[in-house]
């Protein structure tokens, strides 16, 4: 079993910044995607940002130029948000995919309000 935990959420000015972290845990085999992924009230969840094993990342049009995935090794994956905007607020999810399996972590509350 994988645990993932996320951290670094909480209320922000609209063009302010927040880091979300994610911490991987148990049965950590090898390196695969990691996600952040969000979801407003009633709206879908979405993906916002991937990086893969190779290292290759990916980005949702709406954040691309203001957010930033990267990890650190096999387990740990952060997401800087600069410029938050307002339509940012959401729960967001940490995600790893590792072989056949997918993971999610609990999410965390990312606010952008004045």
């Known amino acids: 079993q994988v645990q993932l935990v996320e951290s670094g959420g909480g209320l922000v000015q609209p063009g302010g910044s927040l880091t979300l972290s994610c911490e991987a845990s148990g049965n950590i085999f090898s390196i695969y995607t990691m996600a952040w992924y969000r979801q407003a009230p009633g709206k879908q969840r979405e993906l916002v940002a991937s990086?893969?094993?190779?290292?290759?990342t990916r980005y949702a049009d709406s954040v691309k130029g203001r957010f930033t995935i990267s990890r650190d090794n096999v387990k740990t994956v952060y997401l800087q948000m600069n410029s938050l905007k307002p339509e940012d607020t959401a729960l967001y999810y940490c995600?790893?995919?590792?072989?056949?399996?997918?993971?999610w972590g609990q999410g965390t509350q990312v606010t952008v309000s004045s």
């Open positions: 995600y790893r995919h590792q072989a056949l399996s997918d993971y």
């Open positions: 990086i893969a094993g190779t290292g290759i």
